[in-house]
């Protein structure tokens, strides 16, 4: 009897640790058996997709993926984790990558900890993908990643984006971006600004563009820092702070209720679906810009072939319907930069923040 | 009673057999991650989503199996707690101290039952304000700006001296250690670096989880250690059920915390934590006349598990509601929703009515299954305890090793893990109270970040604190706490204050 219950303990504890190791957010799960054949039914389904993907491997010959991981370096939830899941499923769904794309979560550091992980340890791994942001541009630029730069990394692309929109609450005295930008004029201190990063961090930095675009002195703006958007539209609904300066994919709920508006989108085109009618900060007359690309680089080592491959597939993932239909299910608008393209849009974009950051003197 | 309509065509969804096993399933995966030190529901839940989209699964089924995961992982994360010692998450420290100090005492049996229990009633009580007051709740937490959470913290820390024990002043020197503590990594409003000494893996802060199980994890086994060669300790298993009288003697308790929980849970970020150790220091207050919270009073476990349900069903409002995730575990749930093009916000409810009414039916069910999990099931945990020590605290300390690994698959963590299991030690040799430093490392942030925030929207104006009528309420209520126990023992007139503290 004793060893009897001895081994059904040992047993609970077997299933303690094999949970244990399988919980790590990375993967979808070691299925049971009805279940695995229900996932690998839904990619056999595309077999007509994963034909035409049969350009890509011949256009980057000496190259096929195996174990492909992709390092979201942040908590689950947020926008890398969705960068990595979402591509990885659309990856192996239209067959780019055989099997599934093995998702880690690495967060720390705003992205540092996986940078600094990559560009030391994982330096020439093929099968490598990192979810990346502007996120990743701007503390580059600001080098918070301590020694490491944008040239310790391949960048390979990137497939969508989200867009900033200025936001303030239903009942705010503001109806046009001309009436904030009026007021900033005359009292710059007296709206309060709540976003979701720190100073000098992304939803800060929409706000100083916009004001440097309507030529209001940045560092006058009164900017209040919280956890994260949620917490700052909250805020801004509990009427503790004037304006939002979120993106579009955090506001659609607030949005549909109509307890707030959206004073302008930082989008180069006006926008359609719920955003129909609201215009580009650049159509009022100010020429303010921002942009969440959705993207990804590799190890600075990875090969060219490999790197070659991962543009083309990219490239052809995002021709795909299944992609359409991710892009549009995470509220985002599809953005294609690629490879010998995105290099240079990524180094522009830091030179930019850079300059734009010791304007701005948070940087020396 | 257009509710009652609705609650019945929620039940139509949730009485389905496949939505009652997806209930059955998330809760039994919920129980599992949260008894496991280190891994949480939101562990779980990433895992399955990429699953449930896979199958196609409609989202109500699906918001059903992650919500099981949510709050049975509130009825898992007591167990390891009370028969161990090590709680799984920081929700769970306050039922560690007083579950474990009940399970050295030959009670794990009732600390289990009674965990279970106050665990269903907290997670009832709450569904029923749930689907009563959803709507007006989301209007009460958008009232809650920076001054009202500063005055909260306040409160939750004038309520600290409970947990000091004996000694007041080595109580109050370990909610400093954990401020301290807290400070470490970024600098939330101006992004500078604090005590990161260039170690980039600090500059988010030390994580709850690596700090609380080396606490409790790694302490407990040096402890087992140092006592290597004693009679083994844990061979009485006692009594499992509760007594009738114990049922009553926490009825009241149990209420209490629930409706602590809710409320609090409700307030996106401010969590489990703080409604399961307001929830107790509460009781301390009110109910302890023979000073027996922290000894293993089956009172002191009841209460926390109560208020952590119930903040785990409070957490759905806002995430329902406004859109706005209070927790990893919600913004995890958040990213799912949004995946099945359903957006939550003010007009969830409205738009999605047999989601919302599905789940609430759900979550009843849920309920009823976990107590029925669980309950018999507390006679086979506190078999864990006749598990020879030699092979069941390694055992323990392998599956932390394995968990705090997979949170960051960073081997950094397991490092600060042990060291902090040494400090644990350490302080738990010289009598510090563990509990005090890890709620100073949770409350630091909340305090420093919101008081910053409101000087920063006020221009450093200090009367800001003091501008709304819930700010003041909690301001008065802090004092209260913290002048109340003298006023108790002046007078002794110990009952009737009491009641109206509760009001």
Known sequence: MKTKKFLLILVVLLIMVLVAACAPAEEPPPPTQGEATQEEAAPAEEVSSAEEAAPAEEAAAGFTPGGVECIAPANPGGGWDWTCRSVGQTLSDVGLVDGTVKVTNMAGGGGG?????????????????????PATTLRLAQGQYGE??????????????????????????????????????????????????????????????????????????????????????????????????????????????????????????????????????????????????????GPGGMSDEAYNYWVNALGQMADSPEWEEQLQQGGLEKIVRLGPEFEPFVSTQITNFRQLSRDLGLIE | MEILNFLFEGFAIALTPFNIAMALAGCFIGTAVGMLPGIGPVNGIVVLIPLTFALGLPPESSIIMFAGIYYGSQYGNSISAILLNVPGTSAAVMTAMEGNAMTKKGRAGPALAMSAIASFFGGTVSIVALMLFAPALSKWAIRFGPAEYFALMVFAFSTLSSLSGKNLIKGLLATMMGLMLATVGLDP????????????????????????????????????????????????????MITAKEFAMSFWTMVR?????????????????????????????????????GTGD????????????????????????????????????????????????????????????????????????????????????????????????????????????????????????????????????????????????????????????????????????FSSPIAIGLWIAAIASLFLPLIIKRFGAASEISKEEVN
């Open chain 1, 148 to 297: 490491f730069t944008e040239d310790d990394v391949r960048w390979i692309g990137a497939v969508g984006a989200d867009f900033a929109v200025i936001t303030v609450a239903a009942d705010s005295p503001y109806e046009t971006l001309e009436d904030l930008i009026t007021v900033l004029q005359e009292d710059p201190g007296s709206v309060n600004f709540g976003g979701g990063s720190a100073i000098g961090g992304q939803d800060h930095m929409k706000v100083m563009v916009l004001a440097q675009a309507a030529g209001i002195d940045p560092l006058t703006l009164k900017y209040t820092p919280f956890d994260g958007g949620g917490e700052a539209m909250t805020a801004m609904l509990g009427g503790f702070v004037d304006v939002f300066p979120g993106d579009v994919s955090e506001v659609l709920g607030q949005l549909e209720a109509g307890e707030i508006q959206v004073l302008a989108t930082l989008t180069a085109d006006p926008m359609g679906g719920m955003l129909e009618g609201v215009p580009t900060a650049k159509e009022q007359g100010y020429d303010a810009e921002w942009i969440v690309f959705r993207g990804f680089y």
């Open chain 2, 298 to 465: 089956i009172r002191g476990v009841a209460a926390p598990e109560a208020a952590n349900n119930a903040s785990a069903n409070g957490a759905m409002i806002p995430l329902l509601t406004l859109g706005v995730p209070g927790s990893e575990t919600t913004a995890v749930m958040l990213g799912a929703l949004l995946g099945m093009n359903i957006t939550p916000g003010p007009l969830f409810i409205a738009n999605n009515p047999t989601v919302f009414w599905g789940l609430i039916a759900s979550m009843y069910v849920g309920n009823v299954l976990l107590l029925i999990l669980n309950l018999p099931l507390v006679g086979i945990f506190v078999r864990i305890l006749k598990v020879p020590g030699w092979f069941l605290m390694p055992a323990v300390v392998a599956v932390s090793f394995v968990a705090v690994y997979s949170v960051n698959n960073s081997p950094f963590d397991i490092l600060l893990m042990a060291a902090f299991g040494i400090m644990g030690y350490l302080l738990y040799k010289t009598e510090f109270p563990l509990a005090s430093v890890i709620l100073g490392l949770v409350l630091g942030p909340l305090m420093e970040n919101n008081l910053r925030r409101a000087m920063s929207l006020s221009d450093g104006d200090w009367t800001y604190l």
């Open chain 1, 113 to 133: 900890v996986a940078f600094a992980n990559v560009v030391t340890q994982q330096n020439d791994n093929d099968n490598l993908l990192v979810a990346a942001s």
């Open chain 2, 189 to 240: 409003v101006s992004a500078v670096d604090r005590y990161t000494f260039g170690q980039l893996k600090l500059l988010d802060g030390l994580d709850f989880v690596v700090v609380v199980i080396g606490f409790f994890a790694i302490n407990e086994i040096l402890r087992y250690a140092e006592n290597i060669h004693d009679q083994e300790v844990f061979t009485k298993l006692g009594r499992v």
């Open chain 2, 257 to 293: 915390g629930a409706a602590i929980g809710f409320f609090v849970g409700v307030l996106p970020g401010a969590g489990g934590t703080i409604a399961s150790f307001v929830a107790w220091t509460t009781e301390q207050r009110l109910v302890d006349r023979q000073g027996t919270f």
